[in-house]
């Protein structure tokens, strides 16, 4: 029996992989071909080096981390490894979550990725999905809604925010060497980045 | 002697760099290419350039080069990673080759880690063609 969080994190890992070919073909619009490619190689190390039965949330989201930035190779590497280090830094020793611990979670993330890619939203990248997604889950656990209801709701958001990474150019990364010519093309980062959501959420279902 | 870390998405780039350092500096022994993905593949590696950075501090500080994009995240994120170790490691906007080169000669004439930083970047305004 492997744990909740194992689970979680393959489940996640499996979603990756599954669309590895669709995310590398976004990203062969506008960036370098690499995105499925790298976070599948990236996401099956995870799921081959994360322990099966460590209980302790944090530090499987910090060793997922430290995975990622040692296999992904391309940006996704340090943003995603970052994300999940500095979520993983919040949640040390929890064996369970509660919606506050998840909000904590993503806030971590989301300044992790911030601070390593020097990016705000509407640039175009992974926080044009992740921003709004964590400020509609706060209004929603503010306004008494269960976690569930909360991550149904960012998840709409975050695909709400792939839809808008169509009509903005993109100014960060390779893609911003396309420049308006990168308008019309959906960001393979906010994608990836709503698979992850929408698979933790549907994993907290069960 | 301050140490000197080439990061590159090539894991040929970085050799070949050090190769030229090698060449300006032979005694430094604190050089390290940290290029590609440890089975030499395209990309970047935040945790074996840290490791880099341990290999090439003697206690003076390690100057790191990097060539593009996720390049300079992951050797901000290594430079994180240390966390804990006591090493003065600090990332040098410099072009990667001319920096390096300068980086390497700076050090191996026993300069300190400034000096060095300082060396390295200014080759990001020298002009090649006059």
């Known amino acids: 029996m492997s744990t909740r969080i194992y689970d979680c994190l393959k489940a996640i890992g499996d979603k990756i992989i599954e669309n590895k070919d669709f995310l590398t073909d976004l990203d062969r619009e506008i960036g370098d071909a690499d995105h499925g490619v790298n976070m599948a190689r990236g996401f099956q190390s995870v799921i081959e080096k994360v322990s099966q039965d460590d209980p302790d949330i944090g530090a499987c989201l910090k060793k997922t981390g430290m995975t990622l930035l040692s296999t992904v190779g391309g940006a996704s590497g340090p943003l995603y490894g970052t994300a999940y280090m500095e979520a993983g830094k919040v949640l040390m020793g929890k064996e369970t979550l509660s919606s506050e611990d998840l909000r904590l979670a993503l806030e971590a993330a989301i300044a992790g990725i911030q601070k390593r890619g020097k990016a705000e939203k509407g640039e175009k990248t992974m926080l044009d999905s992740l921003i709004p997604a964590y400020e509609v889950y706060c209004d929603k656990i503010a306004n008494g809604a269960s976690t569930i209801e909360a991550l149904d709701a960012a998840c709409v958001a975050a695909n709400e925010g792939i839809e808008y990474t169509k009509t903005i150019a993109a100014t960060k990364g390779r893609a911003s060497y396309l420049g308006d010519r990168s308008i019309g093309h959906q960001d393979p980062g906010a994608t990836s980045l709503t698979f992850t959501l929408e698979t933790i959420r549907d994993f907290i279902k069960g | ?130």
């Open chain 2, 1 to 130: 002697m301050v140490g000197l870390v080439i990061v590159s998405h090539s894991y040929k780039i970085a050799e070949g760099i050090k190769d030229l350092t090698d060449q300006v500096a032979p005694t430094h022994k604190g050089i390290i290419a940290a290029g590609g993905m440890e089975d030499k593949s395209i990309g970047t590696d935040a945790v074996r350039i840290s490791e880099a950075i341990k290999q090439a501090e003697s206690g003076d500080g390690v100057v790191v080069l990097a060539d593009l994009g996720s390049g300079i995240m992951s050797a901000e994120t290594a430079i994180e990673l240390l966390d804990g170790e006591d090493i003065n490691a600090r990332l040098v906007d410099a072009p990667i080759v001319e920096g390096s080169i300068a980086a390497a000669v700076t050090a191996a004439c026993g300069s300190k880690l400034e000096e060095v930083i300082t060396a390295a970047e200014q080759t990001k305004a020298v002009k090649k063609i006059n």
